[in-house]
């Protein structure tokens, strides 16, 4: 510190607000924050119960139904979306492993609040991503907005959601589509903006109005991105949940949690791995019906 | 549907962020050069004129940055214009709102693409029927008019492959299936021949000329292939800089070319297919009735006339108008040096 003995007091160490000063900021702040949740408790309450509902119900029909009902369903699912036979046995064999080591009820779990957080992400953000892509003051709104969501560490998402919705499924919920949505809303955008420029000219020469370019053009020439949007949207909230059980969110995130809390190292193991099964099944089927929805891009004349 | 022509009066197309500004400058005379440089903007379009006939095929000509691209998407405003006026039917284009301007687009013209633009999602079927489709037209009745002019094409059998799965040639033929399904009055077929084979562009031609001669469209063709313009124009202009240097039949421009520029192109034309026997033929009125021993139509084409003179082993042929009555005889050498001498434009300017 030879340097600090020649320079000046305030060059040398940061001269920081003082404390007092960002205790009383933080405090106002928070009370602020807490005041105005408190106030609109009731309205925020309403607004949150169809989650409720609907995560309550598709999480009781997944524990409460039969396995072998619940199984059977999941691969004539994954069938008519991939329509292999590989990925289809990899699936039954992945999830019958799965119910041998004890964790059926924690992945039913599991999938139902990845299956609703994944509806709702895509619900949200394919509006945004449309409008975005329309705009390029939208567009110059919404991206530092979604940096900040990506890079932004996912614990710190639940102290807001927990103080605006208390502990709980739904807070979690909502924590995994705020962390799963930016790469639907982004790529929705990338696919839109990137449709070949001859195809929507000809669009406008035959008169269509915005509305038919977007729906006869835009979209479904955009679905391959978008496609990679919802298959990201998937992955990302699978790694969430495991975050979110920190709130309360129950399943093999709970489970990991436990592990991590008592040192269990096989039970660990035997949750993550779990956890990535549902993801490869999840990947596998979803890209295969993407790359079904192109097949006309396939055969190119020779 | 009777065919309208299209007028095109004193079209300016300066693109920059204040073109308007720039258009009394232009007329006073600066230079497309010295806007660009000294001023940022550039010249597209230079006080065009042309009047498009009704049911025929015009052809505007012209190499690349000449501005014949920019041109035909007047017709339709997808540029809008700078100043100027577009007329179709009595009504300006360059004036209709946003709701007038889609009605127009939907009901009068179809487009062609140079590079096709088709939907990659959708079979040939369901390309064919996009303009009906944006028309609000049920499927019932387009996929019947879509069969047909997909027949009409020649692609019959291919009503369910993708555009993918097509030769180059074969997807021109869906864009010129879907223009047609369109029932427009107006084609406008931007370069829509210039990407495929030579071959298969000259049969495509030919389809463009059959269909037309039933037809009766306003055609407007974009090209920048001379031979192509003079098979196809009715009436023929070339554009250099953004501005018409000239405008006629293909004759015209064939025996008279109005610069060095455009002399340079004309030198290498199959000139036999381009004039007509009323042009080198000997009028009847200085040479009193002709008793030749063959006839052959006023606006039979010399290389034609040729062939059948030398079938016929004579050296003079009878011309004759639409009535079929004698309008003046036609010498062999005449013809024949109208065919293969072309005039030195040197000499002449």
């Known amino acids: ?302 | 549907m009777a065919s309208h022509g299209i007028e095109i009066r004193g079209l300016y197309k300066i693109f920059g962020p204040d073109g308007a500004g720039y258009v009394e400058a232009v007329k006073a005379g600066m230079t497309k050069a010295d806007l660009n440089e000294n001023h940022g903007h550039v010249l597209g379009l230079q006080d065009i004129n042309i009047s498009m006939p009704a049911g025929g095929i015009t052809v505007v000509m012209g190499l690349s940055g000449s501005g014949k691209s920019t041109l035909i998407r007047h017709i339709n405003r997808l540029i809008e214009p700078t100043a100027g006026e577009v007329i179709y039917d009595g009504a300006d284009i360059c004036r209709m709102t946003v709701s007038q301007l889609r009605e127009f687009r939907r009901h009068k013209t179809a487009m062609v693409f140079q590079k096709f633009a088709l939907l990659p999602h959708r079979t040939v079927l369901e390309n064919t029927v996009y303009g009906l489709d944006i028309q609000g037209i049920p499927r019932t009745d387009s996929l019947k008019k879509a069969r047909y002019w997909i027949d009409r094409v020649g692609l019959s059998g291919f009503e369910s492959h993708y555009p993918n799965q097509l030769s180059g040639g074969m997807q021109q033929r869906v864009g010129l299936a879907r223009a047609l399904t369109n029932d427009a009055d107006i084609l406008l077929m931007d370069e829509a021949y210039s990407a495929l084979d030579p071959l298969i562009r000259v049969d495509m031609q030919g389809v463009l000329l059959d269909l037309q001669a039933e037809l009766k469209k306003t055609v407007v063709f974009i090209t920048h292939d001379l031979d192509e313009a003079l098979r196809l124009g009715d009436k023929i202009a070339i554009l250099r800089d953004g501005q018409v240097v000239q405008q006629g039949t293909g004759q015209d421009i064939v025996l008279n070319p109005a610069d060095h520029y455009i002399a340079s192109f004309v030198r290498e034309v199959n000139r036999g297919r381009i004039i007509q026997a009323k042009t080198v033929m000997t009028p009847l009125g200085d040479l009193g009735t002709s008793s030749d021993s063959i006839a052959v139509p006023a606006s039979m084409t010399l290389e034609t006339a040729a062939r059948q003179m030398t079938l016929a082993n004579v050296t003079q042929a009878r011309v004759v108008d639409d009535s079929g009555l004698p309008v003046g005889r036609l010498d062999f050498s005449a013809l024949v040096s109208a065919m293969v001498t072309p005039t030195p434009h040197e000499a002449t300017g």
């Open chain 1, 1 to 302: 510190m030879a340097t600090c003995s020649v320079l000046p007091e305030v060059l040398c160490n940061f001269p920081a607000i003082s404390d007092q000063t960002i205790r009383m900021a933080r405090k106002t702040i928070d009370d602020g924050f807490k005041g105005l949740v408190r106030e609109y408790a009731d309205v925020i309450d309403v607004l949150v119960q169809p989650l409720q509902w609907f995560l309550n119900y598709l999480e009781r029909l997944f524990t409460t139904s039969p396995w072998v009902l619940v199984l059977a369903v999941m691969l004539v699912v994954v069938y008519l979306a991939s329509r292999s036979r590989a990925i289809t046995i990899g699936t039954a064999l992945a999830m019958s492993a799965i119910g041998l080591v004890g964790l059926w009820q924690d992945t039913m779990v599991t999938l139902a609040i990845v299956t609703v957080s994944t509806l709702i992400a895509i619900l949200i953000g394919l509006p945004i991503g449309i409008v975005m892509a329309r705009s390029n003051r939208v567009q110059g709104v919404v991206n530092p907005v979604l940096d900040v969501m990506q890079t932004m560490p996912s614990f710190v998402y639940l102290i807001p959601v927990v103080v605006i919705f208390g502990i709980g499924k739904v807070p979690g919920l909502i924590a995994v589509v705020i962390y799963a949505v930016p790469p639907m809303i982004r790529l929705t955008n990338l696919g839109i903006r990137l449709v070949d420029r001859d195809v929507l000219e000809a669009a406008d020469a035959f008169g269509s109005s915005p509305g038919q370019k977007l729906w006869n053009v835009q979209i479904p020439l955009a679905l391959p991105t978008i496609m990679a949007g919802i298959n990201q949207t998937i992955m990302m909230s699978l790694a969430m949940v495991v975050v979110a059980s920190m709130v309360g969110v129950g399943g093999l995130g709970k489970n990991t949690l436990q592990a991590i809390n008592n040192q269990f190292f096989t039970f660990g193991f035997l949750n993550g791995f779990a956890l990535v099964a549902i993801a490869i099944i999840f990947d596998r089927a979803s890209q295969a019906f993407g790359k079904r929805l192109q097949k006309h891009s396939e055969v190119v004349h020779g």
